[in-house]
């Protein structure tokens, strides 16, 4: 294939795959612009860009995080906490929303390195160009970076279920059937939610674009608003953003759980992943163990914020991940977890299976192989 050909086709998987879930806002059409200059950096030949000199691979990305602060408007998108005088700690990217809530014990624990990132966008290319070992991203994207990094991340874990849900004024949707002739409001047309949305529609006889008019919008600001405008419309939010929203709007409440819906829905075990937690494969190679006690605190970690959302609360609104008041609200309803080995393959094999079905685009161009599943 040509080089522009290969081009085209990246920058439209990245687009993709960049699912808006984990946003807690976003500047419009600033992930078109942006991708162009990260993919360009994907398309790196890996070993090329390992022997390059260090003055060179320091000037591009430096040139390519001035363009994203540039573009988004928004200096202070990434946070990162770093254990003082440990050059040996494993570095970890998380993502602003239930990814990085889940990682709350670990923020301030020695041996760690996070950057916390305001999207995925963000944490893209210091995967891609091994500056972190560990990161939390979208499922979908963690199938495309497998394809487009030869291979070179494996998926630990499964840390978010779903945290898509339909809203409403008042109490009229009790189930999908109630959903016919409605219109529904959403954002992340051509990603996740338009993929997990059409399936669960389809899944229980409605036609999503014969039975119901659905609306996409480029933030979840805009889904919000639209509700106030239309009384009698559905809106499809993620969490956090449904607790802020129902804080800010006491009309307002959650209709159906999407989650529970594709569980309902779907007979091959898998469940509406949104997010998993990946590792560069030379990491895991030549750091079994700390692989392995990462594993081991993550999911203590997990267990902590899920039973005491009082103190999760306090220290995700520390670290500035969002506010304490809406996390200790939100976390029960973020489907945070832990989930490793042949349940986590399952669950993920068959969400992801579910998207190829629709558009193979969006995992990267094929299901990935057996060698994506970690297993210890």
Known sequence: METAAIYKAAVFEYNKAMTPIFENERTGGAIENKSETFMRMILLNRTERRNRNMKRKLMVWTVAVCICAGLTGNTGAVNVFASEGDSDAVRIGALKGPTAMGMAQLLDADGYDFTIAASPDEIVPMVVQDKLDIAAVPANLAATLYQKTDKDVSVLAVNTLGVLYLVENGDRVKSVEDLKGKTIYASGKGATPEYALNSVLKANGIDPEKDVTIEYKSEHAEVVSALVQDQTAVGLLPQPFVTTALMKNDKLKVALDLNKLWEDSMDDGSKLVTG?????????????????????????????????????AQIIGDHDIIAKEVAQKAIPDCS??????????????????????????????????DAFYYKR
Do not use: C, R, W
Request: charged share 25%; glycine share 6%; no cysteine.
């Open 276 to 312: 998993v937690v990946i590792a560069n494969n030379e990491f895991v190679q030549d750091h079994a163990d700390k692989v392995n006690d990462f594993m081991d605190a993550y999911k203590e970690s997990v267990d902590f914020v899920n039973s005491d959302t009082e103190a999760a």
């Open 336 to 369: 945070i977890v832990f989930i490793e080995g042949d349940e986590m393959k399952t669950m993920l094999s068959g969400y992801l299976a579910t998207l190829d079905d629709q558009n193979p685009e969006i995992i990267g161009g094929q299901l990935p192989d």
